[in-house]
């Protein structure tokens, strides 16, 4: 019994290697120069760690602004797509009125529409608009969201009516029932809502990649990824270093809210 | 509940309807209809009816995109659920050790594309990333494993496996902890095996997981188009140029707007069907 236990201990730790070693390699080569880099490729401590490739990052990328834009797309995304689900969200679980099967089969049938669809008729509309290189076409397409919508009427389908009856007995309006009594129930819901929204938009390189052709609006993982110049000699010290500032944030806020991503994955 | 004003759910849903229409309904549409004419971006739209889809037909283009993107599917889809299954299995236990191996394997889901791809970038690259240098040390010779037409998917297809595996991993531990601990040591008490624990117990209460985590990374992979964007630019010779990237090169580079509304047609018509055959097939065997 003892050596099985020891056998299944090892191998799991031979799968955090597997997915840990990449992301130690990405740290470790963010330290090293790029002579040592070219010198003694398979070292595995840099020999003497230098910031040089961070130094080099933020000379090449104004990393400040690319990671401002992407926060505020990312929460602005994320909050506008709560705000609109409760309601919606609300009248799909809640009210009785002629069309709301039809509401709720437009939000299913928008389920399994991927942007990869949608992008080229967008960005003719939105060139048309002259919309292209603005925060409106990063944010507005997704102000609505099909899951988050659907998740919310899913968790209120369970909440009783008498919480809602009551409620209107204390004279309580709609929009107070819906943001200031129910929203607080929903709270675990939301949060995933906001944090698998969140890590989405502030990880995705193909919308603004298509919806930006300048650096006005240009987000993060786009100028990490313009790091790399195919062709010629590769700064890999550079590119690692800015992957590093690019992941930071999100292994972070994974480290602190895992449980909620789970639960956000998992409950659909 | 009857709403208090005839007038409260048209305020409610309003916004969610019109945006869901605007960006997600109108656009298909708008393909479908754009599909039937030639445009450049330049001049003006010429109606050409199925000529766009004929040409792709023609030229073997579609069809080789096609089967490029159903064969990197079909990579990422079945290495990604055995993997999170077996994984999923080995790592459902109690204690530290195991719950930190668990974040690390799901820590990659939320890592962005971009970033995993140029660290896989980098741990493949063959002048000095680690793996070429220890090939090269173990005598195996310089390995081009992204420049060559018959590894380039694998290799793409692998670096999306150990991005996904995570996701997968943690919808199979959610369905096996739905699995009541009495009947598996009921049927441990009765002499069952490990194995036929596995085949007659876990694996069919296991089964709709398993269906629901094949189509949506059917769905991811599919779509797969940063981790081709990045490390190969649908190169060499077009060897990695998946549907994504197909539409995304039609439109921004060769400017043809009614050649990428017919992929991206085609497209969605393969998808919707591919996963609606998935569902089919799997409530079938269960």
Redesign the interface.
């Known amino acids: 019994m003892r050596t099985k236990s020891a056998f299944?201990?090892a191998?799991?730790?031979v799968?955090?290697l597997?997915?840990?070693f990449?992301?130690a390699?990405?740290v470790l080569?963010s330290f090293k120069s790029f002579d040592e880099?070219?010198q003694r490729?398979?070292a595995l401590l840099p020999s003497s760690p230098t910031l040089t490739a961070y130094r080099e990052v933020f000379s090449q990328v104004p990393v400040g602004r690319y990671m401002l834009i992407t926060l505020w797309v990312a929460v602005a995304i994320a909050l506008i797509q709560i705000a609109?689900?409760l309601?919606?969200g609300?009248?799909?679980a809640?009210?009785?009125?002629r069309?709301?099967a039809l509401?709720f089969g437009?939000?299913l049938?928008?389920l399994?529409?991927?942007t990869?669809?949608?992008?080229?008729?967008?960005?003719?509309m939105f060139s048309k608009l002259r919309l292209v290189n603005s925060l409106t076409s990063l944010i507005?397409?997704?102000?609505?969201s099909?899951l988050g919508?659907f998740m919310v009427r899913q968790a209120l389908v369970n909440v009783p009516?008498e919480v809602?009856?009551a409620a209107?007995l204390d004279g309580a309006s709609?929009f107070t029932i819906?943001y200031r009594v129910l929203a607080p129930m929903l709270k675990p819901t939301l949060i995933a809502i906001f944090l698998v929204s969140f890590?989405f938009h502030?990880?995705d390189?193909?919308w603004p990649?298509?919806m930006t052709t300048d650096d006005t609006v240009r987000t993060l993982?786009l100028g990490?990824?313009l790091l790399?110049e195919?062709g010629t000699g590769?700064r890999?010290d550079v590119?690692?270093a800015?992957?590093v500032i690019?992941?930071l944030p999100?292994?972070a806020?994974?480290?602190v809210s895992?449980r909620y991503?789970?639960l956000g994955?998992?409950k659909r | 509940?009857?709403?208090?004003k005839?007038s409260?759910?048209g305020?409610?849903?309003a916004?969610?309807?019109?945006?869901?229409?605007v960006?997600?309904?109108?656009?298909?549409g708008?393909?479908i209809y754009?599909s039937f004419f030639s445009w450049d971006?330049l001049t003006a739209p010429r109606p050409v009816g199925v000529a766009n889809y004929l040409a792709l037909v023609k030229s073997g283009e579609l069809f080789r995109v096609t089967g490029r993107t159903l064969f990197f599917s079909a990579l990422v889809v079945s290495g990604a659920m055995s993997l999170g299954l077996s994984?999923a299995l080995?790592?459902n236990?109690r204690g530290v050790?195991?719950s930190?191996?668990r974040?690390?394997?799901?820590?990659?889901y939320?890592?962005?594309?971009?970033?995993v791809a140029?660290?896989?970038?980098?741990?493949l690259?063959p002048d000095?990333?680690?793996v070429a240098?220890?090939l090269h040390?173990a005598g195996v010779g310089t390995v081009k494993l992204l420049n060559h037409p018959d590894t380039v998917l694998p290799v793409l297809a692998g670096v999306t496996i150990?991005k996904i595996t995570?996701?997968a991993m943690?919808?199979f531990l959610?369905g096996l902890q739905m699995i009541p601990n009495e009947v598996l040591e009921a049927a441990k008490l009765d002499g069952a095996g490990a194995w036929s624990r596995f085949r007659f117990i876990i694996w069919p209460m296991l089964r709709p997981t398993a269906t629901f985590v094949g189509t949506t990374s059917l769905?991811i992979s599919f779509?797969a188009?940063?981790v081709v964007?990045?490390m190969t630019?649908g190169g060499p010779a077009k060897a990695s140029t998946l549907f994504?990237y197909a539409?995304?090169e039609s439109?921004?580079m060769n400017l043809r707007?009614g050649t990428?509304?017919a992929l991206?047609v085609v497209?969605?018509v393969v998808?919707?069907s591919l996963?609606w055959l998935q569902i089919r097939a799997w409530r079938q065997k269960a």
Not at chain 1, 116 to 124: A, D, H, W
Request: hydrophobic share 65%; net charge positive.
């Open positions: 299944i201990h191998l799991a730790g799968v955090a597997v997915w840990l990449p992301y390699w990405m080569t880099i070219i490729p398979t609109l689900a309601p919606a609300y009248a799909l809640k009210l009785r009125f069309g709301n509401a437009l939000v049938a928008c399994l529409i991927p990869q669809m949608t992008f080229v008729p967008i960005f003719l507005l397409p997704f102000g609505a099909a919508t009516n809602i009856e209107r709609e819906i890590v502030y990880n390189y193909f990649l298509v993982p990490i990824a790399r195919p590769v890999w590119v690692m800015g992957n690019l992941s999100m292994i806020l994974f480290s895992q991503l789970i994955l998992t | 509940m009857r709403p208090r005839w409260d759910p305020w409610m849903l916004p969610t309807v019109l945006l869901l229409f960006f997600f309904i109108a656009p298909v708008i393909a754009q971006l994984l080995l790592l236990r050790w195991f930190f191996v974040s690390a394997v799901f820590s990659a939320v890592v962005s594309w971009v970033a140029l660290l896989w970038l980098w741990i690259d000095r990333g680690i240098k220890g040390l150990w995570g996701y943690i919808m959610t769905v779509q188009f940063d964007r990045v630019q994504v539409i995304y439109i921004f707007v990428a509304s991206t497209f969605f998808l919707l996963s």
